[in-house]
């Protein structure tokens, strides 16, 4: 059963870090890849970044280039996003997702993923 955990997300003040991780289960991490989207309240789920399964591939919005870097660790089964120089404007929950599966590439479209978390909150206040 395939099964992805967001943590790491609360309350953050702007210009804070966060360091979200998504915990994997049900299949080979290496075999696909992981993309972190956000959803503010009212808005559609937009990918932020994604990791691709093979050659290390990795997308970034334009909104957080700069600011966010995904990482991953197979031997673990965990995906990571460190969020640096956080906005008012990146407050969202948070989702991991699992799709592209033994691709070189990834892209932050919702239609790449088969595989959702529930999500984490960040919210980026004073």
């Known amino acids: 059963q395939v099964q992805l955990v967001e943590s790491g997300g609360g309350l953050v003040q702007p210009g804070g870090s966060l360091r979200l991780s998504c915990a994997t289960s049900?299949?080979?991490?290496?075999?696909?890849?992981i993309g972190w989207f956000r959803q503010a309240p009212g808005k559609e789920r937009e990918g932020v970044s994604c990791?691709?399964?093979?050659?290390?591939?990795?997308y970034y919005a334009d909104s957080v280039k700069g600011r966010f870097t995904i990482s991953r660790d197979n031997a673990k089964n965990m995906v990571y996003l460190q969020m640096n120089s956080l906005k008012p404007e990146d407050t969202a929950v948070y989702y991991c997702?699992?799709?592209?599966?033994?691709?070189?590439?990834?892209?932050?479209?919702?239609?790449?993923?088969?595989?959702w978390g529930q999500g984490t909150q960040v919210t980026v206040s004073s």
């Open positions: 049900g299949f080979s991490l290496d075999s696909s890849a």
């Open positions: 997702a699992a799709g592209g599966w033994y691709g070189s590439t990834c892209g932050g479209s919702i239609y790449e993923y088969d595989y």
């Open positions: 990791i691709s399964s093979k050659h290390e591939y990795t």
